[in-house]
């Protein structure tokens, strides 16, 4: 998966990647997940972000230059 232009190897990001990979801090990553516009899989009490699901929120909520 391709996102801003970082390709992402793994299927399933942490909240801590997903942020990384969008260059912000997790706490907006959290807010997304709170509000319902990232979905996510829970292992235990960790949040896992399908990348796939990262790339389409970003796809539909960003802004393209």
């Known amino acids: 998966v391709m996102l ?3 390709q ?3 299927a399933l990001l942490t909240v801590t990647e997903a ?5 912000c801090s997790t706490y ?3 807010g997304l997940i709170r509000r319902g516009k990232l979905p996510v ?3 235990g009490k960790r949040y896992l972000i399908p990348a ?3 790339q389409k929120y970003v796809s ?4 393209k230059y």
Do not use: G
């Open 4 to 6: 801003n232009y970082v």
């Open 19 to 23: 942020a990384c990979v969008l260059n």
């Open 41 to 43: 899989i829970m292992r």
């Open 60 to 63: 539909t909520h960003c802004v």
């Open 28 to 30: 907006p990553i959290y």
């Open 52 to 54: 796939d699901a990262l």
């Open 8 to 10: 992402v190897s793994k």
